[in-house]
């Protein structure tokens, strides 16, 4: 923006001369190291962006599995099997072979899915208990009948494995998968 000086039309100024105004400084660097170093930048932002759209497209089935999840109510009989529904529907995403697992086989998948260093102190971290047990037990014979307590941890423990779950078995220390 180049502004046009006009000399002072005053009495007292006419005799002054006027001040030669310098070359403005662009904002455009100059050198070739500012570009090259702004090129880098630019494809660290454009990897760093492609990595998170990436995480967010691989990860949006366990959103989705966890709206499910928090809509069921503990109070509901059936709510077991839908948990059993949502986390098959996970399972069959992760690895269409795991569409005939049901019974102990399904429960120990699901295990195998956690990662090999998951907290185990906690009752709700693994479906290892006698609950899951009852769990596939109550799927298929209408006369056991889960409590409340024990429909909530299942419901809870599913919320914490999909959570937690790796997209990939994981293997033992031993070198055997948790199959």
Known sequence: MAVEHTAPSTYILRELH?????QSVSWVPQTIG??????ALLLVAFYLAYRIALKWW????RKEALNELILLDARDKN????????????????????????????????????????NTDTSSAFFADEVSGLWMQSLIDPNVRLTFEQRLEVIQTAMTWLKL???????????????
């Open 79 to 118: 709510s077991t099997e839908r948990t059993f529904k949502v986390l098959k529907v996970v399972l069959r995403y992760l690895d269409s072979s795991n569409a005939k697992l049901f019974g102990q086989a399904y429960v120990n998948r699901l295990n195998a899915y956690l990662p090999v260093g998951a």
């Open 165 to 179: 779950h790796k997209p990939e078995i994981q293997m033992t220390t031993g070198g055997q998968g948790n199959v």
């Open 18 to 22: 006027d001040v030669t105004i310098p």
């Open 58 to 61: 691989n990860n949006r089935y």
């Open 34 to 39: 500012w570009k090259i170093l702004g090129v």
